[in-house]
């Protein structure tokens, strides 16, 4: 008789089913035409409807599994009971059925830290810019994202009527990510992706320094981890603050499986404890491969002005 999944392994197969239900929120919200649309800081951060409906599934879903665990959502949503409707109970049979790398198979649910951008391109969502936009389930242990879950309830949204709507990415270190095709960007190229709605004269200054071929600005850091592993950006180079802990676990997690690195500005990597401060101040800069290339290309004038 095989033995029973590792709790790992379990949680990320429940994450993988509570991202597809919160896409299929996501999609219904938008068929709804009623985006139920707030400003939190100001106009380039939106929460919707869907950011809403999506944050309480994942978390309710979640704690109901897995109450020892702790869980943090970008959303500060008031406590209240969650409708049964929004609960998703399922699990992905396949990642049960791979076994777990042995330096995760005694941990304790309490050492589980789940970060979770319930609707990661939030402003593009509201403008329809639907392929951006991703689920974010990011899961650390000791501080470091080892398994993620990336939702993207529009994926395919432009291949017309029979194409299937949506995909789920998801990784472990240790076992590699699946649900997408990985290939390298091609060799020879510099091709940054970047914000497309949270520039500076910081963040042109940096890329300008690299000296790309082409640059990419595109809407979620999910979507830009993306973009690395499917071979359409060399690197993502993101100079300022405004980068959360949820939205860098998830894509950081299946872009360590495949051999990435992501680190901020200076080098250093994240930390993803409970207690850690949410933002990511001093910055996003990731690659597929390459990273020592890039690294060594950021300008000092802009180390220096990106406080970790």
Not at 195 to 206: A, E, G, I, Y
Request: net charge negative.
């Amino acid at each position: 008789m095989a033995a029973s999944p590792t709790l790992l392994m379990r949680v990320v197969a429940s994450a993988y089913s509570v991202a597809e239900k919160a896409a299929r929120i996501v999609r219904n919200v938008m068929a709804t035409g009623d985006l139920g649309i707030v400003e939190k800081s100001g106009a380039n951060d939106l929460q919707t409807k869907a950011d809403r409906l999506v944050q309480m599934s994942i978390c309710a879903s979640l704690a109901r599994k897995f109450p020892k665990a702790t869980i943090i959502g970008e959303e500060e949503l008031p406590p209240h009971d969650v409708a049964e409707e929004l609960i998703e109970d399922g699990h992905c049979e396949e990642i049960l059925k791979k076994t777990c790398p042995p330096q995760y198979t005694g941990i304790k649910e309490e050492e589980l830290v789940i970060w979770i951008d319930p609707l990661d391109g939030t402003k593009e969502y509201t403008e329809g810019l639907l392929d951006h936009v991703t689920v974010l389930i990011g899961i650390a242990y000791g501080g470091k994202a080892i398994a993620g879950v990336i939702n993207q309830p529009y994926y395919n949204y432009e291949a017309g009527a029979d194409a299937v709507l949506g995909r789920t990415i998801w990784g472990v270190l240790g076992i590699g990510a699946f649900g997408f095709e990985l290939t390298e960007a091609p060799a020879g190229k510099h091709i940054i992706v970047t914000t497309r709605s949270h520039s500076s004269t910081l963040v042109d200054d940096c890329i300008s320094a690299l000296n790309p071929d082409s640059v990419i600005r595109v809407g979620g850091a999910g979507n830009k981890i993306i973009q690395l592993i499917e071979g359409k950006a060399s690197a993502y180079v993101f100079a300022s603050p405004g980068c959360k802990k949820w939205d860098t676990c998830a894509p950081e997690a299946i872009l360590h499986a495949v051999g990435g690195k992501i680190t901020d500005i200076h080098g250093n990597s994240f930390h993803y404890n409970k207690e850690v401060k949410h933002m990511n101040s001093a910055g996003v800069l990731a690659t597929l491969r390459n990273y020592d290339y890039y690294a060594s290309r950021i300008p000092n004038t802009v180390k220096q002005s990106l406080v970790p």
